[in-house]
């Protein structure tokens, strides 16, 4: 079966590209020096995109949104967050083909740790699998592509944000995103805003909750 027959079908191709993808940079990453014999293989973002057909920025959204899916993981999600940004700005500007600065396109990742938080992240949204399929063609067109990468950059802004679980929710709808625009599904890609929209306003409202019963407090103590 070749790799253009893989990626079209459901999730389960688009994931197993990514597969294959970080196991081709796994075989042919440099050794280990002998100052780091033990330290595990690297390699650029950059490296995955040029290994990515016409839906790069299907499938490297779906690659940067899978560690952020994973609910008590730190830090990692807030560094995707950012070249996750990048790329639904392109989007938005009509970019066809992801392009990345020399900064992001040389920026190293641990192949192993990243090839374990797909693994693990599969199924967070393997149900996906088995329901993706064309569907709402408009929706996936170049022109709505523009609109998506702009509403996708508010649910991906509250990765950043710095509180427990944040990063989950939003990950999963930015995933599903992914995999509408990979299988030119436009019901998963309004799927996948209505969760971030969702979670944008709950993270907003509870915030703005909170900070009133903290205000109240701190006056009922004046």
Known sequence: MTANAETTKPMRGATRVLHDI?????RIAPEP???EPTAAPTAALGDVVDR???RAFGFLLLLLALPCCLPFIYVLP?????PMLFLAGQMAIGGRHPWLPKKLHDRRFAIP?????????EKYVGWIERIASPRLPPVTSHLALRIIGGLMLIPIASILTPFPLTNT????GVAIIALGLIERDGLLVI???LIGFIWVFLLIFVGAETLSLVKAWLLSRG
């Open 33 to 35: 020096s002998a100052e």
């Open 113 to 121: 740790a990243f090839s374990n938080v797909l693994g693990r992240a």
């Open 22 to 26: 970080l196991d081709d940079l796994n």
């Open 52 to 54: 990515l057909d016409e």
């Open 191 to 193: 799927g996948g805003l």
């Open 78 to 82: 807030q560094i995707v967050a950012l």
């Open 169 to 172: 929710i939003p990950g999963i």
